[in-house]
């Protein structure tokens, strides 16, 4: 027997414990020994060896929560992208060591068996990966807080290239048993859509209503846990509700289907099938209606039951609950919880207005016109009659409110009515029955004051306030970057991984010279992992998807010029294909060029229906295949678009980053959250002055953001503009653009086509999108990235700098901001009485 000091025994004993327990599950619930077990197995397995660690204070800080009658914070959101919750789970429990120990006795590669687990790609983009952020920053600084979305069986779509053509394959996450997410058949809920609402009376005389022949559809909810990281106090564990339709077999009606209806006779035990893939586009589509309100109304009655559970009355609920609307998505809480109150709990309407405003917040997420939803009154008085009538019924007292302020003034009734043109208007409805809608950056804020919701500001000026987004360090550094992470704590200690203002002490090793080359040293390696992953990874299909080709070869010294995001017009990828189609031309007809060598990496996904973001994927392809394959630059220039972004790939690009791409249309990107995720990654941001972009200026200070270019949303507003005039005073930008048109890159018709097109929409006077405005101060910055890049410890002087100044961007401090001035909720550890008697309970 071998004797351990009691620390190593403690350690020994824990991988042991893991171990057995891994053996244990892969016999018992997989039937299978470790020596045959494909690593799939071996990770489900070891999955549930390592949940029994969190069961306990999961448990727990809901017991604490229950038992302290604390006011809890719901968050609704459509969607979320967690990404792996093993990693983050590990990261929570700071077991990564002890972990990849237990793999090595058990002979299985601790990357290959975090690989296993899929995404769940449970959203479209920033809006999804925020709530997630968010949800690990309440976990972390232990707020009482649960959230609630959909358990899509079909994610965001995976994206493939096919000869450069971006084609949509169905995204089965779902497909190997998930051993995170728990299936609560307790907490089951019906909701009603359709029907007849028939008008009766409450107790106080006011309208109510009875719904007669509705469509019955039951609701089932899984939970994930989110593990919070460990501090001082036991980690606390918050809980992701995500419904589903398709396990309760009432929702599939046989009659119908008898009679010949299949699509109907399925649609509710389908209803939670497939997230609708686009972004800042309202759809108006039935079963994306349906989905809004499936949501809504289920997580309603949970957090009604909720409350009930410690009280028999609602005069609390104002006090205990806050609910906050991730946009305008789940804004039918707000009939809907007016609508329960009134109905089945006898509350009068008035107070119940009151209540609903009480509970309930919306954060706007942006301010483009066509993502603004809106819904068709027919539809909606067809799937919702009663939340139809109440919203007609706080329409109608809200008008009859405007016109007494504004005697005389039908035209401003009409502006601000709910429902206008045979459309009900959400952010309208969210404004109105919600105590505060907060913006996302101050710039943002400011243009949903001044512009898009001036009149409700002019109304309800306490209403409004700006909240700018934020990242989780813990993902986003710490776990995704572990040789920059060990040398920040190696400086500064590891306070900066709870309390990132401390990353501001970084800003004391941005002179010497030993530092600035291990920074160096750093991303390098980074970007050699990148090459690594990208060989193995990234390699080229043909037009049917069989993988043909490897993917270019890369080279690490070049600068890595990175663009990742969702593809869309006022991200503005034409301009930076542009900028490179600019540089290729330059390389080609002065071969004694004084260009830094670059690699442009492009990733992101276009909504399948957003033909021109499929257009510019196809470009930026097609200018890739040329220039790769193009000896005289090669060693300069290369372009390569990643497939299917995703949390986990962010995950691999981000560290390798040196130079990132924020260039959006001024005015136009709401804040924008990867632009923080490179900068804390010690990338350096190329980009226009909006959303966050310009906070983070200001934090990091002019003399160490270089890089600033384009109009301002101020500018924009006045500036007249011709595309036109543009190419004639800029030779070069004429040149690339005559590419577009003149088959250069194109290779074949239908790209021919296509380009030509993208040509059109560039160079019409009401471009939107204001491209080529800011191409010629796009361009000129560029060459200051490429001056500053000749001088490497300049560049990583700069570079450790804007770490140093992320400070602020942590969604820690957003949470916190959120929690004092909009929910006003109090952190609320893990009673240790009660973790103790779980413990004793059920702890070994
Ligand atoms: C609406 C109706 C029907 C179907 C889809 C939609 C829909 C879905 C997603 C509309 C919009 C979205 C997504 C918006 C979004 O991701 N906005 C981003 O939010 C981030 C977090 O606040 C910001 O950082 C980004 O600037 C903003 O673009």
Not at 23 to 30: D, S, V
Not at 423 to 429: D, N, P, T, Y
Not at 478 to 488: K, Y
Request: proline fraction near 4%.
């Amino acid at each position: 027997m071998t004797l351990y000091p009691p620390q190593v025994k403690n350690i020994e004993y824990q991988i042991e414990s893991l171990v057995d327990k891994t053996r244990r599950y892969l016999l018992t619930t997989l039937g299978r020994t470790l020596e045959e077990a494909t690593d799939q197995e071996f990770y489900h397995a070891f999955s549930l060896a390592l949940r029994e660690t969190i069961m306990i204070n999961w448990q727990a800080a809901a017991h604490t929560f229950l038992k302290n009658d604390v006011r809890m914070l719901y968050y609704i959101s459509l969607e979320h992208l967690p990404g792996k919750i093993l990693s983050q789970t590990i990261t929570g429990l700071q077991k990564e060591e002890l972990l990849q120990k237990v793999m090595m006795r058990m002979k299985r590669a601790y990357n290959t068996i975090l690989e296993c687990e899929r995404d769940p790609g449970l959203g479209n983009g920033g809006l999804g990966r925020l709530a997630s952020c968010f949800l690990e920053s309440l976990a972390t600084l232990q707020y009482p807080a649960q959230a609630y979305g959909l358990r899509y069986h079909y994610g965001i779509f995976e994206q493939q290239l096919w000869d450069g053509e971006q084609v949509e394959i169905p995204d089965c996450w779902l497909i190997s048993e998930n051993p995170w997410q728990f299936r609560r058949d307790l907490r089951r809920v019906s909701v009603k859509f359709g029907g007849h609402a028939k008008a009766k009376a409450n107790v106080y005389e006011e309208p109510s209503y009875d719904l007669e022949n509705f469509d019955e559809v039951w609701v089932l909810p899984y939970d994930v846990p989110i593990v919070g990281f460990q501090t001082k106090n036991p980690f606390s564990v918050l809980t992701l509700r995500l419904w589903s339709t398709k396990e309760s077999p009432r929702n599939f009606h046989l009659q119908r289907f008898n009679a010949g209806r299949l699509d109907e006779a399925a649609e509710n035990t389908t209803l939670t099938d497939v997230l609708y893939p686009s972004d800042h586009h309202e759809t108006g589509k039935r079963i994306r209606l349906k989905q809004e309100f499936l949501l809504v109304s289920a997580s309603l009655q949970d957090i009604i039951r909720h409350y009930l559970f410690t009280h028999d009355n609602f005069k609390a609920f104002p006090d205990k609950v806050r609910i906050q609307i991730n946009d305008t998505h789940p804004s039918l809480v707000i009939p809907e919880l007016i609508r329960l109150l009134t109905h089945k709990y006898d509350i009068s309407w008035q107070k119940a207005c009151e209540i609903a405003e009480s509970c309930t917040s919306y954060t706007n997420h942006t301010i483009l016109q066509e993502a603004l939803e809106e819904w068709d009154t027919k539809l909606m008085q067809t799937q919702l009659p009663r939340q139809y009538e109440i919203i007609e019924r706080l329409n109608a007292n809200f008008c009859t409110s405007i016109r007494k302020t504004y005697p005389n003034d039908e035209a401003k009734v009409r502006r601000l009515s709910i429902i206008q043109d045979g459309k009900v208007r959400m952010a309208k409805l969210a404004i109105l029955g919600s105590h505060t809608i907060n913006g996302v950056a101050q710039l943002h804020t400011k243009i949903l004051k001044e512009d898009l919701f001036r009149e409700f500001y002019d109304l309800f000026p306490d209403k409004f306030s700006s909240i700018t987004n934020g990242i989780t360090q813990r993902r986003f550094l710490l776990q995704c970057n572990p040789l920059l992470s060990s040398w920040i704590t190696k400086r500064i200690g590891d306070g900066w991984i709870t309390d990132l203002s401390q990353i501001s002490k970084l800003n004391a090793f941005t002179h010497d010279a030993a530092d600035l080359e291990t920074f160096l040293a750093i991303k390098r390696r980074c970007k050699e992992n990148l090459i690594d992953f990208i060989q193995e990874n990234c390699k080229l299909r043909d037009q049917k998807g069989v993988i043909v080709s490897p993917p270019p070869v890369i080279y690490p010294d070049s600068l890595f010029d990175v663009q990742i995001k969702r593809i869309h017009e006022y991200k503005r990828q034409l301009m930076h294909i542009l900028h490179l189609i600019m540089l290729y031309q330059e390389m080609k007809t002065n071969p004694n060029h004084e260009r830094i060598p670059r690699t442009a990496i492009f990733a992101g996904k276009a909504a399948a229906q957003y033909e021109t973001a499929k257009a510019i994927i196809r470009l930026i392809a097609s200018v890739a295949h040329k220039v790769n394959h193009d000896e005289d630059v090669s060693g300069h220039l290369r372009i390569l678009f990643i497939e299917n972004y995703s949390v986990t790939k962010a995950e691999r690009i981000i560290p390798a980053a040196e130079l990132s791409e924020q260039i959006s249309t001024a005015g136009m990107e709401a804040s924008g959250t990867g632009n923080m995720k490179l900068a804390l990654n010690g990338a350096l941001t190329i980009g226009t002055e909006d959303g966050a972009n310009i906070e983070m200026r200001r934090a990091i200070g002019d003399a160490n953001w270089p890089f600033r270019f384009g109009c301002t949303a101020d500018e924009l507003a006045k500036a007249s503009y011709s595309p036109q005039n543009i190419a004639k005073e800029h030779p070069n930008i004429a040149l690339a653009l005559e590419t577009l048109k003149n088959r250069t890159f194109a290779r074949n018709d239908e790209e021919h086509f296509l380009f030509c097109d993208l040509y059109n929409r560039l160079t019409q006077n009401f471009d939107r999108y204001h491209t080529l405005l800011d191409l010629p101060s796009y361009y000129e910055a560029q060459k200051k990235v490429d001056a500053l890049y000749q001088d490497p410890m300049k560049w990583a002087s700069c570079a450790i700098h804007n770490v140093a100044c992320m400070g602020m961007f942590s969604s820690d401090r957003a949470i916190q901001h959120y929690s004092k001035d909009i929910w006003r909720i109090q952190p609320c550890p893990i009673d240790k009485d009660i973790l103790d008697h779980i413990q004793n309970a059920y702890g070994h």
